[in-house]
């Protein structure tokens, strides 16, 4: 089990530095809907990353378990994660040129709009932040890592569960501290905003990247 969560700590890390839900935790927290829609993003941040890792998990059960005796299924294996991490490597890539092709100068028109969110909208959102292209690769990773680990039903729930905290301390500790005291929070929430603002994108790519390639040499070693 702990070999399991040692592999999936890189892409808890790129999932829990993703700049686009941590930008919407921000802008949520600085509106007056702060007291009643962060709860619920939080909660279908939380819930996305965790349905998203075991629906891939469940997905990779397709693939062999890898066997010192049947060298052809960990090149299998190893393949698909040299897939997954040349394609994240690619989408950070992509995205790095687009940027530099298009500098918006700011946040998506869209992600402006988050402030004034409801629950309900919130919670749909950060739900489906979980099903953006990066992400989808990010759990597909996730699913894969779990499968690699061969574990019993109860042990995947588990890493489960700590693979979803990991993934969302970036937005669960920032709504906990300014729940509970808002005042002092909004100072460094509104530095955190023109920040993301300036700096999101290379954020972003810089760090699916570096996943993409961990990701890439893991699947070299199986072969």
């Known amino acids: 089990m702990w070999h399991a969560l040692v592999q999936l700590l890189p892409i808890a890390i790129a999932i829990a530095l993703s700049t686009v839900p941590i930008m919407a935790t921000v802008l949520i927290l600085l509106s007056p809907n702060r007291n009643r829609s962060s709860v619920p993003f939080l909660i279908g941040w939380v819930l996305g990353i965790a349905v998203m890792a075991g629906v891939f998990t469940i997905g990779a059960q397709i693939f062999p378990t890898p066997n010192p005796r049947e060298p052809n299924n960990a090149v299998l294996l190893g393949g698909v994660q040299i897939v997954i991490g040349l394609a994240l490597a690619i989408l950070a890539v992509m995205s790095w040129l687009r940027s530099r092709a298009h500098p918006t100068g700011g946040l998506p028109t869209w992600l402006r709009r988050v402030g004034s969110f409801g629950p309900w909208p919130s919670f749909g959102l950060a739900l489906g932040l979980n099903i953006r292209p990066k992400a989808l690769l990010l759990s597909a990773a996730a699913g894969l890592s779990l499968r690699l680990g061969s574990l019993s039903p109860e042990s995947t729930l588990i890493v489960l569960g700590v693979f979803a905290i990991l993934a969302s301390v970036t937005v669960t500790a920032p ?47 199986m072969l």
């Open 175 to 221: 709504i906990a501290l300014t729940l509970a005291s808002p005042q002092r929070a909004e100072k460094w929430l509104l530095a955190s905003e023109g920040w993301f603002t300036r700096n999101s994108h290379a954020v972003t790519n810089v760090i699916v990247a570096l996943v993409g390639v961990v990701i890439f040499f893991n699947g070299i070693t």
